[in-house]
């Protein structure tokens, strides 16, 4: 689980981001942070992967304050995905996916599978796709990529930051129902950030709406539903 204490993000330039941010994100949940562009979701996303710190409050996880943990260790438990993918270009797709298992040296065979395994369930056929590399791969595609490769490693968290936005609409509904899938199995602690309200009351066991670096509501899709 993932605790926000009276979080205050002041930014150098003294513009003051988040103001007493209190939130918890429960692992097996996908939490949903919806809000107007500026209120905050990405300030709160890097203080979560220590890509910043908080000005006052604490950033707990596990009930450990991330400002006392290993900042690699971090990085190996927290995964994220974002809209303009990352894919290494010079890798080829199956070692792109593999690669946070492959940095921890997980067992080969069982990496091969899981990755073949994951490729043909994004439509992305492991005997076609698994050698090819990112630049023959259409936008889309990539986006795919970019997904199962967080899904694909072993860690606790993934912070997912509008990983759909760039797809058409077809394959955005089909990556939202196999991100609503996978999580059932998998258990993990997924932060998703979107624009898009349909989006959020689809994936979302738990809506956090944002505005002007405040938590104005947090509840179920359907309470957010019936207080708009
Ligand atoms: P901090 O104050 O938390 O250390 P930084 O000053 O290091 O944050 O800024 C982090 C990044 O955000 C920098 O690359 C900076 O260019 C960028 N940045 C600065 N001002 C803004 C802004 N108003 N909106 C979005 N990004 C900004
Ligand atoms: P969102 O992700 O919801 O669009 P952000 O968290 O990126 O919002 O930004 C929240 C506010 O903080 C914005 O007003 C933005 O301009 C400001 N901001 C973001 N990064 C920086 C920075 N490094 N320095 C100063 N202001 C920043």
Known sequence: MIVLDKVNKVYDDGF???????????????????????????????????????????????????????????????????QSVGLFPHMNIGKNVAIVPNLKKLDKDVTDRKVDELLDMVGLDHKVYRTRFPSELSGGQQQRVGVIRALAAD?????????????????????????????????????????????????????VLMKDGKVVQQGKPESILRHP
């Open 155 to 207: 860690q606790d968290i993934i912070l997912m930051d509008e990983p759909f936005s760039a797809l058409d609409p077809i394959s955005r509904e089909q990556l939202q129902d196999e991100l609503i899938r996978l999580q059932l199995e998998l258990n993990k602690t997924i932060i998703f950030v979107t624009h898009d309200m349909d989006e959020a009351i689809k994936i979302a066991d738990t809506i």
């Open 16 to 82: 003051h981001a988040l103001h007493d941010i209190n939130l918890e994100f429960k692992k097996g949940e996908i939490t949903v942070l919806i809000g107007p562009s500026g209120c905050g979701k990405s300030t709160t996303m890097k203080l979560i992967n220590a890509l910043n710190t908080p000005s006052s409050g604490k950033v707990l996880i596990n009930g450990k304050n991330i400002a006392d943990m290993n900042p690699v260790e971090l990085r190996r438990d927290i995964g994220y995905v974002i």
